[in-house]
């Protein structure tokens, strides 16, 4: 009875360390990407492709087929798992695996932040909706538009991104609005991107892009002289995040269970299932800066 007393506070304290710490985790994808519940293994999101504008309303309403493209988000499953000794667990030394829960939980919070940067840089050969890469050449009606560039990350290379993405129309020829507002940047470009949008002077001269977009440094980016330009005030980001099951804290400490029985290991876990893809290629601009 004492040693089942153990267990159970044994799984209480590393379940509240797990939740501490997963609360306390903080993440920036959520500034790049939609969080859209799922409830089922695939979803399909079919409206994407429309962004409609008002038009004067001459005879009879105009209505645009949100089906007209075809774009599915597949929920994957994601573990992580940690074994501890039941010995350990039943003298009560549970300290020494204090930092193993808290990494869990760490793990699982930045999950997402992972699958959504990884999602981002490999825009250049993914396709989105539309069926070409999502940073690609786009059909807009008769025209074309490209939002992708191999520059590195000059004051020059930025404003032509800029003026690039503030220039793009709809079908009909009229202005999308979009305004970008989020520069995004691995630690390597951290420098030049903190002189294009927070310099007072550049060279000597007045930086009179100052102020027009925030910067968001993230490691999860691998490539060293990749950078992107985005629109995020949007109802919908440039990326989504689609969520099936939020991470869930999980134990097998039973002395029936086979890893326990067998081997006299405690197990924890944590499951979560979702994925990242693409939202509308039109809020975002990318460069690999291989020039």
């Not at 519940?37 to 409206?47: L, M, Q, R, T, V």
């Not at 501890?84 to 695996?97: A, H, M, W």
């Not at 992972?114 to 396709?127: A, D």
């Not at 993405?165 to 979009?178: F, H």
Request: proline fraction near 3%.
């Amino acid at each position: 009875m004492l040693v089942q007393q153990t267990i159970n506070k044994a799984n209480v304290g590393f379940k509240t360390i797990f939740n501490k710490v997963f609360e306390e985790t903080e993440t920036s994808f959520e500034k790049i990407a939609t969080v859209v519940p799922s409830n089922n293994k695939i979803e399909s999101y079919h409206w994407l492709g429309s962004m409609p504008t008002l038009r004067k309303w001459i005879g009879d309403k105009v209505v645009k087929n949100i089906q007209e493209h075809e774009y599915t988000i597949k929920n994957e499953p994601f573990e992580a798992t940690i074994s501890i000794s039941k010995f350990d667990i039943q003298d009560d030394n549970l300290g020494i695996y204090k930092p193993q829960v808290e990494s869990l939980a760490q793990s699982a919070k930045l999950h997402p932040e992972q699958l959504v940067f990884e999602t981002l840089e490999k825009g250049f050969t993914e396709k989105c909706y539309d069926g070409v890469a999502f940073f690609g050449t786009h059909k807009v009606g008769k025209k074309t538009y490209k939002n992708f560039t191999d520059k590195k990350l000059t004051l020059e290379n930025y404003i032509s991104a800029r003026k690039t993405m503030m220039g793009l129309k709809n079908e009909e020829g009229k202005s999308l609005r979009i305004m970008p507002d989020l520069l995004v940047v691995p630690p390597s470009l951290e420098k030049e991107a903190m002189d294009i949008v927070k310099a007072d002077f550049i060279n000597g001269s007045s930086n009179t892009y100052k102020g027009t977009a925030e910067i968001l440094v993230s490691t999860e980016l691998t490539s060293e002289t990749g950078w992107y330009l985005l629109d995020t005030k949007k109802a919908i980001k440039p990326f989504i995040y689609q969520e099936r099951q939020k991470p869930k804290f999980l134990s097998l400490t039973n002395d029936t269970d086979e890893t326990v029985f067998l081997k006299g290991d405690y197990l924890y876990s944590v499951e979560a299932r979702g994925n990242a893809g693409y939202g509308f290629w039109q809020m975002a601009y990318g460069s690999t800066g291989a020039a």
